[in-house]
């Protein structure tokens, strides 16, 4: 499973960006989807996740009511609408696809990677 990350770039605080993943696996619709970030000298955190079915999602607490993951199984692509943006959400971003089909929170639960996308929030 390939997985392709866009979308990120620069943006004022409150302000919003959506990020996308597109997955080359032609069973996409089985995998559970995260999204991870990265910011330097530290590990990389838990944002938000989506089960197989997008029935369960799961979400950090400080992305909570700002952040929403969602699954488009027809189009093979995992979105993450970002709203009221905030300097501390300053980070590369990484989609995982985890083939158990969970909305998985552990970064050892997911099996494929994308290769990250910058999304810097100026205060």
């Known amino acids: 499973v390939q997985l392709q990350a866009s979308g990120g770039g620069l943006v004022q605080a409150g302000g919003s960006l959506r990020l996308s993943c597109a997955a080359s696996a032609r069973t996409f619709s089985s995998y559970g989807m995260g999204w991870f970030r990265q910011t330097p000298g530290k590990e990389r955190e838990f944002v938000a996740a989506?089960?197989?079915?997008?029935?369960?999602?799961e979400y950090t607490d400080s992305v909570k009511g700002r952040f929403t993951i969602s699954k488009d199984n027809a189009k093979n692509t995992v979105y993450l609408q970002m709203n009221n943006l905030k300097a501390e959400d300053t980070a590369v971003y990484y989609c995982a696809a985890d083939q158990w089909g969970i909305a998985a929170r552990r970064i050892n639960d997911y099996e494929y990677w994308g290769q990250g996308t910058l999304v810097t929030v100026s205060s």
């Open positions: 989506i089960s197989w079915s997008s029935g369960a999602l």
